[in-house]
């Protein structure tokens, strides 16, 4: 059957045409549908019912009346199977796709267009139904099969002959050792080398849902739509998808003269499992991800593609849209692994997968056993080879039956340790008569607080952290159209503090957004729309949407949900925590922010509240660590990386590698806060200083580069109280622009030449210096005098721009004013928000005061501070505490807590954290010890 031909309802969504709705207006189109609601919403445009039905009806007949209609036996044709097909063809990325009465019946029809002397490439590690065909044709029809490892698109290069490779069968990730082959490489090679070659994939490890290969240069893909197409395994299925109109209707004529086609009654159940596929599988996938970790911390050897060491996975991640839910282990002794599958109770004993319910096997003696066992050794399958095809059920259900099968079976066994904590470690096995010693993880379920496996050093550690803020210098506006702009650190920052608790739960306390209070049970978050990170893992580019529409609509009450601001730093929050949650570790602890930076001032108190964010939980998830400490020394160290901080006096001590993951995960916060951020608020954030930044586009390669050698500078920022609207701004420049382009043009080509003096002389101040003495007094020359003559100019042109702001230009004047006779400009979008002024070293103490109470009266929030200072901080932890303070965290606070004890009754910094005003923060902060910095 052929699909989706109407050009009025069709759109592009990453290499799918699907179906989408029409737009409301011109002006406000609809968003392309998801894929997961096109698999729940069946709709075949040419084949409307007549009753409006909103499940498709079961054409329950074998005839059809009357001439020459489009129906006229089921066999060849019926409605409910013409709606299951064009559905199968939408999200499979296909023209034509048909339904037949199971997977083998699918590829005995894709196999027939084979004629004897044919010759078929097909992979080393293929389920075993697959194989036995194979052999069939082999031994009677004539066909020459060559079993190729497919992992290594090299290893195909000798086989693929043309006139003779009619044939290339592929499966990936392959069953059952999961083994990733790389679709698109082989496509092409096969298409270069031997064109009239059909590519053939079986997709039914990841059904369309995960994997489309027709995408990758397939040309036929064929599914057992028994497994998660239907997905609970009460029907008998399979489906077969191409874009070649040759192909199909080969196809059409095979499954039409063998009458293999689907039954009515099958198809409206296959129709009703696949509008489910979405959820099943994002639960499923979740869920293996989390006994694959298990398992992978005893020490068992796991294939699985979300485990950062399998083979090929970065191949996987290109072509798949998750590492699926099907995994495989060894334990080493064949025996212990039959002990181990007849130990479990909740994992039922069988074949097949893609069930709701998880099913345990091991395929050499039940679902490969049609491969004889030289052959099996020679493709390298274990014997003892386990395969867990997971379900649906509650994840910690899943994960104790297995440990306690794990346990009776003798493959782990409980070890105290010196904290008196019971511990699963993996046992030794004996093997050809050696010992067979594996390095292990500790993994503690079962503990009293029910947090999973964690270091103890972890439980009763507080964190103390913060990071600045950040104001543009030069170039705002701009920069949206290809113009550096130069940033820089602020030293008013936003802290964080980590406060352990005991309870399984995880709270917060968002002091400067809505004074936000909440706890959450650690239990009930939407842990089965989770796929965890694991460590040395970057964050994957795009977020995960279906997480974070979980966290929105399970995790958050209507009263977070009602404040915008709070509602986006809970998710924040919340999705990250999760992300970085590996197996039951789930730490219990509280998290409370506070800021001495304005909120919505242009400022990046968000990106500061990110950074904090994502250092706190990359510490309490320990995948980050603080180093110790050199003594204080104004004395140059061998090792010393040799950068004072003019703003703190402490010297860096946290090292790039640390600063690039705390980058790289506050980042990921920034896209949740901003949708679509350029990275330049938490990098500085992240690394202080001042950076240069240029927006990829109209040429230029964009990116961001550290101004090294940028000191710390004196400015007052003023909030005006006025609050910006961004979007509108940015959009009147553009608007401007295309009005009146030799103007603009102008106004940019200027502000450039800013921006590079400013990078130069902010870089190697004496080469500014050396630009002005034929003009000025040497004696006077100073960086910030220079700096003020680009801040007036930079100003001008912005005002031209029309992006400043009546309380901006009060701002101005206040400043310019005698006898301060300061330079002022906007920062940020303008429009309000803030301004910054240069305060020159010889300003006196006395004009400062009396400016600082001016702006005030005028109802403004004037703050002195410093530019171009540290980034993160961290309280070191190896730091004792001084005389008579509050007690450092950490080292830990000593002794246990008793079962009626709370946290809050210890000697934590949780309340002098909370009773500091904001004016004294900043300096008890840095009372409690050495701190340290990027």
């Known amino acids: ?64 009346k009357g001439v020459n209609g489009e129906y006229d036996y089921s066999r060849s044709g019926n409605p409910t199977r013409s709606h299951l097909e064009h ?76 006139g003779k490779t009619a044939m290339v069968l592929l499966e990936t990730p392959t069953n059952p050792l999961l ?36 995408e990758h240069g397939a040309d036929i893909v064929y599914d057992s739509a028994t497994k998660y197409l239907s997905g609970h395994h009460d029907l008998m299925a399979g489906v077969i998808a191409c874009n070649r109109e040759d192909i199909a209707k080969q196809l059409a004529f095979v499954i039409n003269s063998t009458g293999n086609a689907l039954t009515p009654f099958d198809c409206f159940l296959l129709l009703r499992g696949i509008k489910t596929i979405a959820i099943r599988m994002d639960r ?47 334990t080493g002794d064949k025996a212990m692994s039959e002990r181990i599958v007849g130990a479990t109770r909740l994992w039922g004993i069988s074949v097949s997968f893609g069930c709701v319910n998880s099913l345990i096997s091991m395929p050499c003696v039940m679902s490969h056993a049609s491969i004889d066992a030289a052959t099996r050794a020679a493709r390298g399958l274990p014997e003892d080879l386990i395969r867990l095809c997971v379900g649906i059920e509650d994840p910690a259900d899943l994960l104790d039956d297995l440990e306690r099968a794990l346990l009776e079976a003798g493959a782990i066994t409980l070890s105290a340790g010196a904290d008196e904590h019971q511990h699963y470690v993996r046992s030794s096995i004996p093997r050809e008569g050696h010992v067979i010693s594996r390095a292990v993880e500790k993994l503690a379920f079962n503990d009293a607080a029910g947090l999973g496996y964690m270091s103890e050093r972890r439980k009763d550690r507080e964190w103390f952290v913060s990071a600045p803020g950040k104001v543009i210098l030069f170039g705002e506006h701009a920069v949206v159209h290809g113009v550096t702009a130069i940033a820089a650190s602020v030293d008013l920052r936003c802290y964080g503090l980590t406060t352990p608790r005991h309870d399984g739960k995880l709270s917060v306390h968002f002091v400067d957004i809505e004074d936000l209070k909440h706890e959450w049970i650690l239990d009930d978050l939407p842990w089965d729309a989770v796929i965890p ?59 409370t922010t506070r800021s001495t930076l304005p909120i919505g001032a242009g400022l990046g108190s968000s990106a500061s509240f990110s950074v904090c964010v994502a250092t706190a939980l990359l510490l309490i998830h320990e995948r980050i660590a603080a180093p110790p400490q050199p003594a204080p020394t104004r004395e140059a160290q061998p090792d010393d990386p040799g950068h004072l901080h003019v703003s703190h006096q402490g010297r860096r001590a946290l090292s790039p590698q640390t600063a690039d993951e705390v980058n790289r995960w506050a980042f990921v916060s920034e896209k949740i806060l901003h949708g679509n951020p350029s990275g330049v608020d938490n990098a500085v954030s992240v690394f202080g200083g001042g950076l240069a930044y240029t927006k990829a586009g109209f040429g230029k390669k964009g990116g961001m580069e550290p101004i090294q050698g940028f000191k710390s500078l004196r400015f007052l920022l003023t909030n005006t109280r006025v609050p910006r609207d961004t979007k509108s701004l940015v959009a009147a420049v553009g608007v401007k622009k295309d009005q009146e382009p030799e103007v603009v043009d102008k106004i940019l080509t200027a502000i450039q030449s800013i921006s590079d003096e400013a990078r130069r002389a902010l870089a190697d101040p004496e080469l500014s210096r050396d630009a002005l003495l034929a003009a000025l007094s040497a004696s006077i020359i100073t960086l910030p005098l220079y700096i003020i003559a680009l801040i007036d100019e930079n100003h001008a ?78 309280l070191s932890p190896y730091n004792q505490p001084q005389a008579n303070a509050v007690p450092v965290t950490p080292p830990e606070t000593p002794g246990e807590l008793k079962a009626t004890e709370s946290v809050d009754e210890r000697e934590l910094l949780k309340g002098p954290f909370a009773a500091q005003s904001v004016s004294e923060l900043p300096t008890w902060a840095d009372s409690l010890g050495r701190w340290l910095y990027v």
Do not use: W
């Not at 199971?102 to 293929?126: F, H, N, Q, W, Y």
């Not at 042109?797 to 004013?817: Q, Y």
């Not at 020159?840 to 103490?845: A, E, G």
């Open 797 to 874: 042109h912005l005002v031209a721009l029309g992006v400043s702001h009546s309380s901006l230009e009060a701002i101005r004047s206040k400043t310019a004013s005698s006898p301060y006779e300061l330079s002022t400009k906007l920062t940020g979008a303008g429009g309000g928000g803030c301004a910054v002024t240069l305060v020159p070293d010889n300003l006196s103490d006395t004009n400062l005061r009396e400016l600082i109470a001016a702006l005030s009266a005028d109802s403004f929030d004037p703050y002195l501070t410093s530019v171009g200072g540290s980034g993160l901080g961290i």
């Open 1 to 64: 059957m052929s699909a989706l031909k109407d050009p009025k309802i069709q759109t592009s969504i990453g290499g799918h045409d699907l179906p989408t709705p029409e737009p409301e207006s011109p002006f406000r189109p609809r968003q392309p549908y998801r894929f997961s609601t096109l698999c729940a919403t069946v709709e075949n445009p040419f084949q409307k019912d007549q009753y409006g039905s909103s499940s498709v009806p079961i054409y329950q007949t074998s005839t059809f």
């Open 179 to 214: 083994k990733i082959v790389d679709i698109a490489t082989i496509a092409a090679n096969v298409k270069e080398r031997a064109p009239d070659a059909i590519v053939v994939v079986d997709n039914t490890m990841m059904s369309p849902y995960l994997q489309r290969p027709l």
């Open 533 to 591: 990170i694991p460590v040395g893992n970057a964050p994957p580019e795009s977020l995960d949407n279906k997480l974070i529409d979980a966290i929105t609509t399970r995790a958050l009450p209507p009263l977070i949900s009602a404040h915008p601001k709070a509602k986006q730093a809970s998710v924040a929050f919340l999705y990250m925590y999760m992300i970085l949650a590996l197996g039951n570790a789930r730490p219990s602890f509280n998290f």
């Open 87 to 162: 559905h199968i063809a939408k999200i499979s990325s296909a023209e034509h796709a048909f339904a037949v009465s199971s997977g083998m019946a699918a590829l005995d029809t894709i196999l027939r267009v084979l004629k004897p002397g044919d010759e078929v490439i097909a992979g080393d590690d293929l389920y075993g139904g697959t194989n036995r065909l194979l052999t069939y044709l082999k031994t009677h029809g004539g066909v020459i099969v060559h079993h190729v490892d497919t992992t290594k698109a090299a290893n195909l290069l000798e086989y693929i002959k043309p």
């Open 284 to 330: 499923q996938q979740s869920t293996a991800m989390r006994v694959a970790t298990m398992l992978d911390h005893l020490g068992f050897k796991v294939n699985f593609p979300g485990l950062p060491s399998h083979p090929d996975r970065d191949v996987h991640e290109r072509i798949a849209d998750g590492p699926g839910a099907v995994l495989s282990f060894t």
